[in-house]
């Protein structure tokens, strides 16, 4: 079974400074590891995706995230935050090899970022 | 592209009702899947349904049902509703033929509260 963990509920951050958005994840098998995004009384946006090759992904929006096998982490960075990125942010993992092609995503708990004007 | 829509947006029932949830996948797409957002909870897995079969289930009793139809919409039933089912609903499709392509779109929920 696959599981997540955002240990960060919340995380206050002042505006232009950086943030790190820690998550890790179990699983038995390989995974792609997704970052949505989710606004207040919206549905979820993926913020970036990671499913082979280089650990490193990026967002359009200046959002980072590095895979880490070792350490089963994909945390999510940016170097300098805007008011614009407040928001509630999921970390998500998926089994690529599973049965009958798309996999249901496994969702972790949420980190509420609030960033300070 | 209208992307992933779902509706009603809000909807408040009764304890006991029925309720029937729509959603219309992203063109292009034919797997709808179901997930329920309790409120300060991260998204949790429903059902998944392809080619108009249920193919994957998660830790949901049976009161929740699906269905998927030939145009690849899709409908989330819940009966004998409880308060605990009050979360927002939310609706992501993907498709079996881009298999690289493992994005999920979601759309933007339907709020159910339950009275």
């Known amino acids: 079974a696959q599981s997540v963990t955002q240990l960060d509920s919340q995380v206050p951050v002042f505006e232009e400074a950086p943030v790190e958005l820690r998550c890790n994840y179990s699983?038995?098998?390989?995974?792609?590891l997704f970052w949505y995004v989710q606004y207040p009384n919206q549905g979820l946006q993926l913020l970036l995706k990671?499913?082979?090759?280089?650990?490193l992904v990026e967002s359009i929006n200046g959002f980072e995230a590095e895979f880490n096998k070792s350490q089963t982490s994909f945390h999510l960075r940016k170097p300098s935050v805007h008011i614009s990125d407040t928001a509630e942010y999921f970390c998500a993992v998926s089994d690529p090899l599973g049965s009958g092609g798309y996999q249901k995503v496994t969702f972790g708990t949420g980190t509420k970022l609030q960033v300070i004007p | 592209d209208a992307g992933v829509t779902q509706s009603p947006t809000h909807l408040i029932k009764t304890r006991g009702q029925q309720v029937t949830l729509r959603c219309s996948p992203k063109s292009g797409h034919d797997t709808v899947s179901w997930y329920q957002q309790a409120l300060g909870q991260g998204p949790q897995f429903i059902f998944q349904y392809y080619e108009e079969e249920e193919r994957q289930r998660g830790n949901f009793p049976d009161r929740f049902s699906g269905h998927q139809f030939p145009n690849y919409s899709s409908e989330l039933n819940v009966n004998a509703l409880l308060l605990g089912d009050s979360a927002l609903y939310l609706c992501a499709s993907s498709s079996q033929v881009e298999r690289r392509n493992t994005e999920a779109f979601f759309g933007q929920g339907t709020r159910l509260t339950v009275v």
């Open positions: 699983s038995s098998v390989s995974v792609y």
């Open positions: 990671y499913l082979s090759g280089s650990t």
